[in-house]
């Protein structure tokens, strides 16, 4: 399992990883995607760009290659 630190909480992650790619420099990111939240934001590795979800509940709904589990549920 891979852990991500949300505030003072530890969520359980799956492991399920998706690709993201920036809006800015095109550069594909490899991310855990969490079982039961939404990642509304993420930082580029490569221009270091402080990315937000557009439309959706999370930047892998606008700009992964996978839906988040959130998402599919509803």
Do not use: W
């Not at 790619?21 to 760009?49: G, L, W």
């Not at 990315?51 to 996978?66: L, N, P, R």
């Amino acid at each position: 399992m891979v852990f991500l630190a949300v505030s003072s909480k530890r969520v359980v992650m799956s492991d399920k990883f998706g690709n993201v790619t920036c809006p800015n420099c095109s550069h594909k990111q490899r991310m855990a995607i969490p079982n039961d939240v939404c990642i509304p934001f993420y930082k580029c590795e490569n221009c270091k760009s402080m990315i937000k979800a557009k439309e959706s509940c999370c930047v892998f709904c606008d700009y992964g290659d996978t839906l988040c589990p959130v998402s599919i549920k509803k």
